[in-house]
């Protein structure tokens, strides 16, 4: 049974972590497209994945969003990853079992995954 | 779209970008074998030339390009299973929408993965308190934004990763009881 409890479990927990992110800088943005095309495309699976894969590997500088269209709505599930002082890279097509890929190499290893953006769909 | 749950979080979506702050997500099952689901909101709303044009697909308030498929789709889903569709909207109050499925139509796709979905459309817009109720004929819950926004505190908004998970399996083990 989950239980109140555990909310705050989890608010002292990030309470500790919570220095380490202001202090690391280096807050990395992951958006995944959100709309109705995004969604029809299967965009909720692959936004789950990123969740469950931050989470379990505990990275704390890593913010997930959600947004409307991006734009290229043939392309989705589409996800952008914003790196402070790199630039953007969009993700195109996305599946559920790319994501660990692009959480271990591009956000954590900081390589970027080049056979799944949209320069390599194009 | 495949599961009813994925319409309600694209039309949930129109309520936040409409600036609400609350958000209420209904769901009543009857024996009768008809789903109900009333989404409202106190945003910003309609005036009665918009609220009459959204259900056509090159009506859209967004700039990027004309057409808006969120309404028209969704009312095609509740209309293909029998169902109906509804809106009512007052401008700088609140729509609400109201859609009717028939269970047993051929063309209702299921209900589908409504923890992940409910839990997402809170990821999605961490500032907005939302209530979701779903009625069945074995039983109802209620769950509400506002009780766990107090346990967390400020430091911890409701787009955390730990905090979504914690929703999705809360809302799964209530699921799970009616």
């Not at chain 2, 609400?20 to 009768?32: I, T």
């Not at chain 2, 909207?89 to 028939?102: E, K, M, P, R």
């Not at chain 2, 939302?130 to 787009?159: A, N, W």
Request: net charge negative; charged share 20%.
């Amino acid at each position: 049974m989950k239980s109140l409890e555990e909310l705050k479990a989890i608010r002292e927990k990030m309470k500790q972590q919570m220095d380490i992110r202001d202090q690391s800088g280096d807050n990395i943005r992951v958006v995944v497209g959100m709309a109705t095309c995004g969604i029809a495309a299967g965009a909720k699976p692959v936004l789950t994945a990123f969740l469950d894969e931050i989470q379990r590997r505990g990275l704390r500088n890593v913010t997930v969003a959600q947004t409307g269209c991006i734009g290229v709505c043939r392309l989705e599930p589409i996800v952008e990853v914003y790196i402070p002082g790199e630039e953007k890279v969009t993700y195109v097509k996305m599946k559920p079992d790319m994501v660990p890929v692009v959480v271990n190499e591009h956000l954590v290893n900081r390589r970027v995954v080049t056979e799944y953006t949209i320069g390599a769909a194009e | 779209m495949k599961e009813l749950a994925l319409y309600f979080l694209d039309i949930v979506k129109n309520s936040t970008a409409a600036g609400a702050r609350h958000v209420n997500l209904s769901l009543s099952e009857c024996e009768d074998g008809t789903l109900t689901a009333v989404i409202s909101d106190d945003g910003k709303g309609m005036s009665p030339d918009l609220l009459a044009a959204v259900s056509d697909p090159f009506t859209t308030t967004r700039t990027t390009r004309k057409v808006g498929m969120g309404i028209p789709l969704y009312r095609m889903a509740a209309e293909q299973t029998g169902g109906s569709l509804s809106l009512e909207s007052t401008l700088g109050a609140g729509t609400t929408i109201t859609a009717v499925f028939h269970r047993g139509h051929l063309d209702c796709p299921p209900l589908g993965d409504l923890p992940g979905a409910a839990a997402l459309m809170v990821q999605g817009s961490p500032q907005v308190d939302f209530t979701l109720v779903h009625t069945t004929v074995k039983g109802s819950y209620t769950f509400q934004t506002e009780q766990i926004r107090d346990l967390l505190g400020p430091e911890v908004p409701l787009d955390t990763p730990e905090v979504f998970l914690w929703i999705r399996e809360f809302l799964a083990e209530q699921e799970a009881n009616i």
